[in-house]
């Protein structure tokens, strides 16, 4: 085992908390990621691949599906892998032995930063944070938008628990925007 | 003797008394004044002065559509110029000063401008100031630049935070009068996600200002209890102090909503404002009507205000402009008001009505078929001078006059798509035309329902009909009467009778604009400067309309309309803005390594939205020179690590990736062997270079592709519309990979050695098991997946090694304490610089959009055995003329002299101008190597002129240098030092 | 302005990135005999109607889709969108 | 009838009685030496020169609507020749001598006001870039400074220094540019075409184009069909549709650029400021306010109106760069319409139907090239040769390879 100290997205050892109100932005670092791209002509094959990797139905278009290995949907016949790092520290290479040739894997890790808010209230904070019509953003719902110019993956776990995924580069400047509203809204 | 012109009831709330500051007097006001009411209730009738004239003014009005009544609202750096007092809440404490006057409000120096209004008429300034000409700069424009503009800048950033945000919902309902609540209780009821927006901080509209009743209540009442049942419905959202400023493309609306601006100071991390984006299914404007006003000789004196604003004022704040009130009016509305302020004990001077056959009244004199021809009083009105038919005329002894000439309703939004409103003969006024916005209708008197019960028919049905809804509240009962006026714009004969009063234009003015052929409404408009004025012309457009028709002797629809134009009424800028200021402008994006780096003392550099580490000064360097020169010495000497995780890393796979790459990079990548790593130039469809990287082959089927750190997005998106648009069936699959890994140049002779003892000794990483161009998976510290290739930036023998971002910074540090064996040193983008220029490297400089892969020297690269993006356009004959730039490298042939990257090339003994020009430099350093300036430059026929001395100029830095044409490879060129 | 992407509804413009005429999908063959021409046409004229226009819209900040938008230039309704990637096969497009 | 201070005076003293319709209103002729499309800034001012400098009599400028209600009526009144390219700053450097004397030209106050441009920039790379342009303007014979950051503190202390995320490294100044009343100069170029015989035809809208056998016989318009030996083209961003009426498909897009007006407030900015690091441009009016502006919606259209996310993205660029003007109100915003060309840069130059000309591709900056477009416009139909300033601005010239790209952007007119 290496012997290299990792640093969450945010620069610290430990991840962030903070509580504004009822509304708490906590750092999440401890998840592995990977992209899974279906190969041409074997879009259907992905599908039956990723159903028995997450144990349930593929997610469609802006659905995620699956515990504690997560799937969901980043684009046309495209899906972001999720697991506890702990289990799957090297997910990418997991992946890839499970969809073979149908898809092509990518590891993302270390490409996304992690925030998940708590709390009543979290949509007044999402609403001066991104365009998504929360009425109908629901519990298994993920949309892709911007946050303050930062394109970001927004899931909806629950009614009053979201996870926002950003590029990690910009996780200084996203956890600020979110802290700025969290202050605002509460 | 305070708030000596307070009447009884009203929506103030007596039992709190609340100080303000008008012009450094303190004042009384109560909770649920406006500054206009409380100014008014102190008998406070001077406000302002007006822009051109510098007259005194008071206020027109008691809504936004207020000309006359500004000022600067707050002190220091919240000062707020051009405050419209009648929208401003009052709150505890409240500072506002009068604006464009000098040395005081009551003493104006400028309104000697009044005595030559005669020569200032509409436009004069374009015929005159012309001689001398020089005169215009040095003299004139002074003049008028000092005098320009209303209230001033603080010239202090704006210390408040403003937000934005995104709401959706199934109708937007605009305007919270009688028609807006019945419409959003029509549609609450029915279940619907609504919004009610409404610009006053009470919602009600008109209602606040009536007596009447409205079913078994009086209007307020009615009001109160139907917000209270709009607030217990979960899907109808209630937005006062809410703007909707602006009805754009496809259902989305602006809105501002004022969050602070009614708190003496904001709780902390509280906006003052919010600017929201509402998207709509459908929206109902019930924006009400606006009263215009009647211009007569000398109407704009402060105590002459419309009707209804007097009617406002008495009926909502409690508060008369005087005691002695009389009334102008070409309707009933005006006899209205005069009834409702004899109520509250208001004496009525008399009621001046144009028509012969006005209504009488029991309470007070009405003199029917007159008009008012003249006003008196120096800062106020005192005397009204009235014309009676018998051609005798009488003077009214009155504080106040109110004027009512008829009701304009309020169509701005549904003109904001280009929408044209259409005549309405009986409302003698412009109502919504056929072509609205998408999803918008209109209820109430923004469509022409005059009567409050038509007003909340209308409202209802409108909202109905919206939603498609079967059923349809009760309808109170309330007050129905029609519409009873006779168009009467201006006062004949009269000589100076303001239709705009802020900006000073006059009837006189209109006639003069039509006299030299200025006939269009938009060439009237700007030429006499009508309607440009802060209120964008709510009370004086229609007017000055009715004017040029008449002189044109056209009808009013005929003469036209002028649009108007988002916001409906002026919205800060830093509402637009939100939290994208300061160093949140642009979000900042910060490097694995970076926290370690500002720990050794790092100069950063922003490179897009990365920062980089720019070089690291050590102790005893004073001056950047000091570090970057060590920096690049060292690495060349031994070895050096720089962070270059912000270049784009793309991963691409599939069947086809290899054929993908050989069609979007002009030289060839289908040979390119798995293990190997190519250097790859890519070019626009129209031949130009657009990016250059590697591309490193991990798998028959898989390549990372990196792109400069300023193209990582464009060149992303340029593959995909390559992918998805050009070649939709090739198995190919594109994801960026940027932020997933940390990624280290380690360079120079020594770079080998001290990787070797970082990656972990299964993997040979020996000259010959890993040579120049090599690529693969490894491991390090005893087993983190890492990849390492061996390219080269900086012409040394060099590897560039990846790790999970997560790693970077443990990588970094273990980089040095395993290196300082070897005086190993962190190097940033200046000494990358550097030693790219001392091999010729082309970067951002010389990629400049212009430039060619001939230009760069680089032509061969582009294969002419395959079609590829771009291949074609390069070949056009002024792309491959003999004469075409070509890079070359420079050095001074004296080496103390600086070469200037931007300086331009000349013949050494030809002359100095534009027309002999030869090329020019694009980057230029300090090389510590050769000890000497070098630089990089276009130059024509550039490749056939080695050895050729040429004159370096650059007149704007005042340089002017002998210089040698030599190779751009200052260093190592036959590139000896990255194979060792 | 709202584009009712096929696969994910109606999304805000400003989530998207503009090119042009969706006659760019129509790339002419480098290797054909007036290639020369046909590239100059294709790179730089243009139809420019006011009225119904095909355009490229790239999902920026969302799924990295590449649209066909049909929208008509002097009133901004958008009539149809497809995605890019079918159209192209439509229009004979392969590898 | 001559405008002056004294004229001024004695109007005044009798009640302006005398004042004259600044133009005609004539019925168009059955034929016309030259008709102008377009009663813009540019085809007005052809005709002045066509009259005044080339002694053509015999023409008309056909509007579809009222004179100066385009481009010149909408933008942001900034007038500059700090261009880079050989084949654009000898053109726009003769704009600006021509803007230095264009009120005693035409006799009307148009308020050119020399107050300076500042191009400030943020980056190493830019201010190379920058230096490269200063040269040319320098070598061109135009008037170029560089200023550090120290300098420019000094002169515009209440730019964002101390809280910058893009920190100001210095600009580039050219003291001679500045602004001018932009009505003003359609007015009186109208005044001084008019003057010397010129028809303005306001509310006549070009139909259609006749032509017989590669040769343009003069234009159908809602006021009948016009003859015209020759026929010139400037109509902005309408160029797709004018020159569409001749079959002819051109290198350029109709874009809309927005632009934006604050309240009236007392001086604050000494001279024309432009961002570097975000889209925003801004300069006073004489009557106070700031009117500024950014980058084009990006999509073609042809409504004169644009969009939300770029208003936001003008003042945040506005409130980055000067945190002061966050109290000052936006008043009123709208936009016009572009004809952005595949380089940036304009096109002067005949066509290939005999007797059709055209003027076009200016892009968002057309008002400053308003005095010498319409000189080398003038010259060109008048002479049929490109004036000496104006020979780069070809038809051809993206098929043989003579781009004039300033930004270097390449092939896509909403990116120049």
């Not at chain 4, 050119?112 to 201010?127: E, V």
């Not at chain 4, 005949?350 to 080398?376: E, I």
């Not at chain 4, 601005?393 to 007119?413: H, S, V």
């Amino acid at each position: 085992m290496h012997d290299l100290v990792a640093l969450t997205a945010l620069g610290g050892t430990t991840p962030r908390v903070d509580t504004v109100g009822p509304v708490t932005c906590s750092e999440v670092p401890d998840v592995a990621l990977a992209s899974v791209t279906a190969r041409l002509g074997h879009e259907a094959a992905t599908q039956d691949e990723l159903a028995r990797l997450i144990g349930t139905a593929t997610p469609t278009a802006q659905r995620f599906a699956g515990d504690p290995v997560t799937a969901f949907w980043s684009g046309p016949d495209q899906w972001m892998i999720e697991a506890p790092i702990a289990t799957h520290e090297d997910l990418a290479a997991h992946v890839k032995t499970a969809v073979g040739t149908v898809a092509s894997v990518t590891e993302q890790t270390d490409a996304w930063a992690r925030f998940d808010l708590r709390g009543d209230g979290v949509n007044a904070v999402l609403e001066l944070l991104c365009q998504l019509d929360l009425r109908q953003f629901q519990s298994g719902h993920v949309a892709r938008g911007a946050v303050h110019h930062i394109g970001c993956f927004i899931l909806c776990r629950s009614a009053d628990h979201v996870s926002l995924y950003g590029p990690r580069s910009s996780a200084g400047s996203l956890h600020h925007a979110v802290l700025a509203a969290m202050r605002s809204a509460h | 003797m305070t708030q000596v012109n307070r009447l009884t009831g009203g929506q103030i709330d007596r039992d709190t008394t609340l100080k303000f500051y008008f012009d450094g007097r303190s004042f009384t006001a109560h909770p649920g004044d406006t500054l206009a009411s409380a100014l008014l209730a102190n008998n406070v009738r001077l406000i302002g002065r007006s822009f051109k004239y510098h007259r005194p003014r008071g206020l027109l009005t008691a809504g936004s559509e207020e000309p006359n009544g500004m000022v600067e609202l707050r002190a220091g750096a919240r000062k707020e110029p051009n405050t419209r007092a009648t929208t401003i809440e009052m709150y505890d404490g409240l500072i506002a000063n009068s604006q464009n006057r000098w040395p005081s409000l009551r003493f104006d120096a400028l309104a000697v401008n009044d005595l030559f209004s005669n020569f200032l008429s509409a436009g004069f300034y374009y015929k005159t100031f012309m001689w001398p000409a020089a005169f215009w700069e040095k003299l004139y424009e002074p003049i008028i630049r000092r005098a320009a503009g209303l209230g001033s800048l603080s010239m202090q950033a704006d210390p408040d935070e403003y937000d934005k945000g995104f709401r959706h919902c199934d109708l937007l309902i605009i305007g919270a009068g009688p028609a807006g609540l019945m419409a959003a209780l029509t549609a609450g009821r029915a279940g619907a996600d609504v919004i009610l927006a409404d610009e006053d901080f009470t919602l009600g509209g008109r209602l606040n200002s009536e007596t009447f009743s409205v079913g078994d209540h009086s209007a307020p009442d009615w009001t109160a209890q139907t917000v209270a049942e709009l607030l217990a419905m979960p899907n109808v959202r209630l937005m006062p102090r809410t703007t909707v400023i602006g009805a754009f493309d496809h259902g989305i609306y602006g809105a501002v909503e004022r969050t602070g601006d009614h708190l003496p100071s904001l709780p902390a991390g509280k906006p003052r404002q919010i600017l929201w984006r509402i998207y709509t299914q459908k929206a109902l404007l019930c924006a009400g009507a606006t009263e215009r006003p009647i211009a007569f000789e000398n109407n704009d004196r402060p105590g002459i205000m419309t009707a209804s604003a007097l009617r406002t004022y008495a009926n909502r704040f409690a508060v008369t402009a005087s005691p002695r009130v009389a009334i102008f009016t070409s309707n009933d509305d005006g006899h209205r008001t005069a009834d409702d302020l004899h109520a509250k004990g208001v004496k009525i001077a008399a009621v001046v009505d144009v028509r012969e056959d006005a209504p009488l009244s029991y309470d007070y004199e009405v003199l029917k078929g007159a008009q008012v021809i003249n006003t008196r009083g120096r800062l106020g009105l005192s005397f009204v001078e009235v014309a009676l038919p018998d051609g005798s005329t009488r003077t009214l002894d009155c504080g106040a006059l109110g004027v009512s000439g008829g009701w304009n309703p309020n169509v701005h939004l549904t003109c904001h798509q280009r929408g044209r409103p259409v005549w309405n003969e009986a409302l003698a006024a412009f109502v919504p035309g056929e072509n609205l916005p998408v999803g918008m209708s209109v209820a109430g008197s923004a469509n022409g329902v005059m009567s409050t019960h038509g007003a909340l028919r209308s409202g209802a049905e409108a909202a109905a009909a919206a939603l498609d809804l079967t059923t349809q509240p009760d309808l109170p009962e309330a007050e129905d009467a029609p519409m009873a006026l006779k168009p009467f714009w201006y006062v004949q004969g009269c000589k100076r009778a303001w239709v705009d009063q802020q900006n000073d234009v006059t009837v006189k003015d209109v006639k003069l604009s039509y006299q030299e052929g200025f006939r269009s409404v938009e060439h009237l408009k700007r030429y006499t400067t009508l309607g440009m004025a802060t209120d964008q012309g709510k009370t004086s457009n229609i007017t000055g309309l009715a004017i040029m028709a008449e002189v044109a002797g056209k009808s009013i629809p005929e003469t036209g309309t002028t649009i108007f134009r988002p916001p409906y009424t002026p919205v800060p800028i830093g509402a637009f803005a939100g939290r994208m200021t300061g160093k949140d402008f642009h979000p900042t994006r910060l490097t694995p390594s970076h926290h370690w780096a500002k720990e050794r003392g790092a100069v950063f550099v922003e490179a897009g939205n990365w920062l980089r580490a720019q070089w690291f000064p050590l102790p005893g360097e004073t001056h950047w020179r000091d570090s970057v020169d060590r920096e690049v010495r060292q690495t060349r000497a031994s070895v050096g690590v720089c962070d270059c995780t912000t270049l784009g890393k793309i991963d691409v796979q599939g069947t086809d990736a290899a054929e993908f790459l050989n069609r979007v990079y002009a030289n060839g990548f289908a040979k390119l062997a798995v293990g190997k790593t190519r250097y790859g130039l890519m070019l626009r469809e129209d031949g130009m270079v657009m990016d250059d990287g590697t591309a490193a082959r991990l798998a028959e089927d898989h390549f990372v592709v990196t792109t400069t750190t300023a193209n990582a997005v464009s060149v992303y998106r340029h593959m995909e519309f390559v992918r998805q648009c050009l070649f939709p069936d090739m198995d190919v699959q594109l994801i960026s990979t940027t932020d997933g890994w940390a990624q280290y140049a380690v360079a120079g002779p020594n770079s080998r050695k001290l990787l070797q003892k970082i990656v972990d000794p299964e993997f040979d990483i020996s000259n010959e098991a890993f040579p120049f161009m090599a690529c693969g998976k490894i491991t390090v510290c005893g087993g983190l997946r890492a990849r390492l290739f061996r390219i080269s930036f900086s012409g040394e023998l060099a590897f560039e090694i990846a790790v999970p971002s997560r790693y970077g910074d443990a990588l970094m540090r273990r980089l040095m304490t395993e290196g300082k064996e070897f005086d190993v040193t962190p190097y940033g983008t200046e000494a990358l610089s550097v030693m790219r220029i001392e091999k010729g490297h082309p970067v951002g400089n010389e990629l400049n959009g212009t430039t060619t892969a001939l230009n760069l020297g680089l032509g061969k690269m582009v294969s002419k055995k395959k079609d590829s993006v771009g291949s074609v356009l390069s070949e056009r004959e002024a792309l491959t003329a003999p004469d075409v730039l070509k890079l070359v490298g420079l050095k001074p042939v004296n080496p103390e002299e600086k070469i200037t990257a931007g300086g331009h090339l000349m013949n050494i003994d030809g002359p100095v101008d534009a027309t002999h020009d030869q090329g020019y430099v694009t980057s230029a350093a300090y090389s510590p190597n050769l000890n000497s300036h070098i630089g990089l430059g276009l130059l024509k026929r550039g490749d056939a002129r080695m050895g050729e001395k040429m004159r370096l100029v650059s007149p704007l830095t005042e340089l002017n240098v002998e210089v040698e044409i030599v190779s751009a490879h200052f260093v190592d060129p036959e590139g000896e030092r990255l194979r060792a | 302005m709202i584009i009712n992407h096929p696969l994910l509804g109606p999304r805000d413009a400003s989530e998207f990135t503009y090119l042009g005429d969706a006659s760019l999908i129509d790339r002419p063959d480098g290797t054909a005999e007036n290639a020369a021409d046909a590239f100059y046409d294709y790179a730089y004229l243009r139809d420019n109607p006011a009225g119904e226009h095909r355009e490229l819209w790239y999902h920026e900040a969302g799924d990295r889709s590449w649209l066909v938008v049909t929208r008509n230039t002097l009133t901004h309704e958008i009539s149809k969108v497809e995605l890019a990637r079918d159209v192209a096969r439509t229009r004979g497009r392969s590898k | 009838m001559r405008y002056s201070g004294f004229r001024v005076i004695k109007e005044a003293l009798t009640g302006h009685k005398g004042w004259k319709p600044v133009w005609r209103e004539p019925d168009p002729k059955p034929h016309y030496d030259v008709i102008i499309i377009g009663g813009g800034g540019h085809g007005l001012a052809t005709a002045h020169y066509l009259s005044k400098v080339y002694g053509q009599r015999n023409v008309a400028v056909v509007e579809k609507g009222w004179i100066g209600g385009g481009n010149v009526g909408r933008n942001t009144t900034i007038v500059r020749s700090n261009y880079m390219l050989d084949g654009n700053e000898p053109f726009y450097e003769f704009s600006l001598k021509l803007w230095e004397g264009l009120e005693q030209d035409v006799n009307y106050n148009a308020m050119m006001s020399q107050r300076g441009i500042i191009n400030l920039f943020h980056t190493d790379g830019q201010r190379d870039a920058y230096t490269r342009r200063g040269n040319a303007m320098i070598l061109n014979g135009a008037d170029a400074e560089l200023l550090d950051a120290d300098q420019v503190r000094a002169e515009h202390p209440y730019l964002n220094f101390d809280d910058a995320r893009f920190p100001i490294k210095g600009g580039l100044v050219q003291r001679r540019a500045g602004t001018a009343r932009h009505d003003a100069v359609a007015w009186g170029y109208a005044r001084s075409a008019d003057l010397h015989g010129v028809d303005i035809i306001q509310n006549c809208e070009v139909t259609g184009l006749r032509i017989e056998n590669g040769t343009c016989l003069g234009v159908e318009t809602s006021k009948g069909f016009i003859g015209a030996s020759k026929v010139g083209c400037a109509v902005a961003g309408n160029s797709g549709r004018v020159m569409g009426m001749a079959g002819m498909r051109l290198p350029i897009e109709s874009h809309v650029l927005q632009a934006f007006v604050s309240e009236g407030l007392k001086p604050v900015l000494p001279s024309v400021i432009t961002f570097g690091a975000g889209h925003f441009y801004v300069s006073q009016s004489d009557k106070g306010g700031l009117v500024f502006g950014g980058d084009i919606d990006g999509y073609n259209t042809y409504a004169q109106r644009g969009n939300l996310p770029v208003v936001e993205d003008v003042c945040e660029g506005g409130m980055a760069l000067m945190p002061m003007i966050g109290r000052a109100r936006l008043l009123r915003m709208w936009g016009g319409v572009m004809d952005m060309s595949m380089d940036g840069s304009p096109i002067i130059d005949r066509t290939p139907v005999q007797g059709l000309y055209f003027n076009g591709g200016w892009c968002y900056g057309g008002f400053k090239a308003t005095p010498a477009s319409g000189y080398c416009f003038a010259h060109l139909l008048a002479k049929d040769e490109p004036h000496p300033v104006a020979t780069a601005y070809r038809l051809d010239r993206f098929r043989t390879g003579r781009m004039i790209d300033e930004k270097g952007a390449g092939n896509q007119p909403n990116l120049h």
